[in-house]
């Protein structure tokens, strides 16, 4: 854990303490001491390599960690993440991306990249995390995840606590953090959720993906106690049909979680996001003019306008804060 010992990690120690106290303690009870927390945790974190990644113009903001979410899969979650991370590079921000579709992640393809590590190789113990990072279109970096590796959607605790702990590191040098979840209600997305700033979760026109976005939301609130999240209506085919789908959700949102939910925008059906896709190339690069990369840039726009969602850091880090009240619920 020598990272956390250092600098101001300093002030991180005492609660991370606590919560690796608790995990020896689980282990000791399960008597299976084999999987160390600690040294997984150091095997994946930042080291030498990190100086290069976080060499970057000083920011007078904290950097802020968006999740793109969506119940129903297939309803542009990757598409989005790709083109508003270019959007907001556009804005002059500096933006990290994590692939956090575990097993199935394809954010690299869609950016025409063809990275060479990804997840599964610091899982293995193979890479640090900074030494998979890799440039996408607006000098975003992008973290990318494997596909077709299906241990990767069976983290272990310390798997999953070792990957955000070393994120943590990685998300000072960036003024905004996107993670691209996979679709669904699983823990291993749960688990980034509950970890971001802001939650989108992301709804298309159809029926389906209407209740599955209720479903999801649902257990973010009742199971992960997480009552805000923001609305996206992709595919859509008016600014209309977006304002009619959101007012649809939060009636029943309002009606039978008692949560509040904010509508964050639309972005409209535009057949050339499929054009791009097959050249592996994002709309947003390729027609900035066309319809819906008028609609990234506009979200960009007005999340960069909005005040950031304020988490209180306290006497600990981001990702711990989360894990921490997780693990002890
Ligand atoms: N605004 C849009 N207009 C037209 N087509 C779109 C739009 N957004 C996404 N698509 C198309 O929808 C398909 C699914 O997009 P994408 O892979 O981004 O969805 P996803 O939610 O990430 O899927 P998964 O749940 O499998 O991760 C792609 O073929 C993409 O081209
Ligand atoms: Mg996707």
């Known amino acids: 854990m020598l990272f956390l010992l250092r600098g101001r990690k300093l002030k991180f120690r005492g609660i991370a303490n606590r919560f690796l106290d608790e995990e020896k303690k689980r ?26 990644l976080t060499q970057h113009k000083p920011r007078t903001a904290p950097t802020r960690v968006i999740a793109i979410t969506s119940g129903k899969g297939g309803v542009g979650k990757t598409n989005i993440v790709a ?36 997840l599964s190789h610091v899982i293995l113990g193979e890479k640090t995390l900074p030494e998979i990072v890799v440039e996408g279109p607006g000098k975003m970096k992008i973290l990318p995840a494997s596909s077709g590796v299906q241990e990767l959607t069976h983290l272990t605790r310390e798997q999953k606590i070792a990957i955000l702990t070393a ?14 979840t996979a679709a669904g209600i699983s823990s291993n997305v749960m688990d ?26 649902k257990v973010l609130a009742l199971k992960y106690f997480e009552k805000r999240c923001k609305v996206l209506v992709n595919l859509a085919t008016t600014a209309q049909e977006g304002e009619d789908i959101f007012r649809q959700l939060n009636r029943v949102t309002d ?22 896709v097959k050249h592996q190339r994002i709309i947003s690069e390729l027609y900035p003019d066309a319809r819906a990369s008028r609609c990234f840039a506009d979200l ?26 997780n693990s002890l619920r």
């Open 27 to 52: 282990r000791m009870r399960q008597k299976n001491p084999s999987k160390n927390v600690i040294s997984l945790v150091n095997r994946i974190g930042p080291k030498e390599s990190k100086a290069s």
């Open 83 to 118: 083109n508003l991370g270019y959007a907001f590079s556009n804005l002059g921000k500096s933006v990290f991306i994590l692939d956090a579709d575990l097993g199935l992640g394809n954010l690299d393809v869609l950016l025409g990249l063809a990275p060479k590590y990804n």
């Open 167 to 180: 994120l943590d590191e990685l998300i000072d040098a960036a003024d905004i953090f996107i993670i691209d």
């Open 192 to 217: 980034f959720n509950v970890t971001a700033h802001e939650i989108v979760v992301v709804v298309s026109p159809e029926p389906t993906s209407i209740t599955d976005a209720y479903a999801l939301m």
């Open 255 to 276: 009606r039978f979680l008692n949560i509040s939910i904010e509508y964050l925008g639309y972005v409209l059906f535009d057949e050339k996001v499929t054009k791009g």
């Open 300 to 325: 960009a726009q007005r999340i960069a306008n909005s005040p950031a969602r304020h988490v209180p850091r306290g006497d600990t880090n981001f990702f711990w804060r989360h894990l921490v009240s």
